[in-house]
């Protein structure tokens, strides 16, 4: 055998299977793994943020938008109109529970009770929309009066947007001739504040003083949203009039 040197053992290398895997990663490797795990981790708390976001506004959307499409494009009634659109947002709300109960490991009867309960709670939210409005979302009992007389799709819009912006006021709703000839105003024969054919006022005015202007902007955005025609102007006073379009035939 030949004999081996100091110089030839230094430049030995002894390799074990696995041996890349079990040793640590260096420095450079390992705080990458650390910059990319809370990275992560945020883009998924931001999509899951959004999805239930979407999942919470799209009954309403369904709700209100539905309802408002139903009377204008398909020439339905107000009173089918919204039996259309709560019918579609009972069955969303239902299908909901049942998809999150089916997720949790609930039995069939627990499924079918809580698809139920969903049901029943979009109806009670309209019913709700249609006869009551808090008294501190109207000017006055006048005007608090007045709100059985507004179009049902403009009650579902008041309601749904309440929920959002429980300060918002409700300062005018139905009109008549002599409430223009008080404010020295001429008599706008074709004002949706009157009464119209179908027996409902279809148009309303929301207060915009004393109110910050973002707040303003997003009312007006959210009844656009919604599918109402808005208008911000001065007649008797600084006001966002909101009014339901006839529908196209």
């Given amino acids: 055998m030949g004999r081996v040197t100091e110089g030839d053992v230094s430049g030995l290398t002894v390799e074990y299977p696995g041996a890349e895997n079990a040793g640590g990663a260096g420095p450079g490797e390992a705080s ?3 910059r990319t795990r809370p990275g992560r981790w ?3 708390v931001v999509r899951w943020g959004v999805t239930a976001v979407l999942l919470a ?6 709700l209100v938008r539905g309802g408002v499409f139903a009377w204008q494009q398909w020439g339905l009634g107000a009173w089918s109109s919204l039996a259309v ?3 579609a947002t009972a069955l969303l709300l239902a299908f909901y529970a049942w998809a999150a109960s089916r997720r949790l490991g609930a039995g069939k009867r627990l499924r079918r009770f809580a698809t139920r309960i969903a049901a029943l709670a979009a109806a009670a939210f309209v019913l709700y929309s249609l006869l009551v409005i808090a008294g501190g979302n109207v000017k006055s009992e ?3 009066a007045e709100y059985l007389g507004l179009h049902p799709l403009l009650r579902m819009a008041v309601s749904v947007f309440v929920l959002a912006d429980p300060d918002a006021v409700i300062t005018d709703a139905a009109r008549t001739p002599d409430f223009y000839a008080r404010a020295g105003l001429p008599a706008n ?3 949706l504040h009157f009464r119209q054919d179908d027996g409902f006022v279809h148009a309303m005015d929301l207060r915009t003083i004393n109110r910050p202007a973002w707040r303003n902007f997003a009312a007006e955005l959210a009844f656009r949203a919604m599918g109402f025609h808005t208008l911000r102007h001065v007649g008797t006073a600084d006001h966002l009039h909101v009014s339901l379009r006839s529908p196209s035939r």
């Fill in 142 to 144: 006048e005007v608090r």
């Fill in 57 to 62: 506004v799209l009954p309403f959307i369904l």
């Fill in 32 to 34: 990458g793994r650390v």
């Fill in 42 to 44: 945020l883009r998924r």
């Fill in 85 to 87: 659109s709560a019918a």
């Fill in 189 to 191: 024969e074709s004002s």
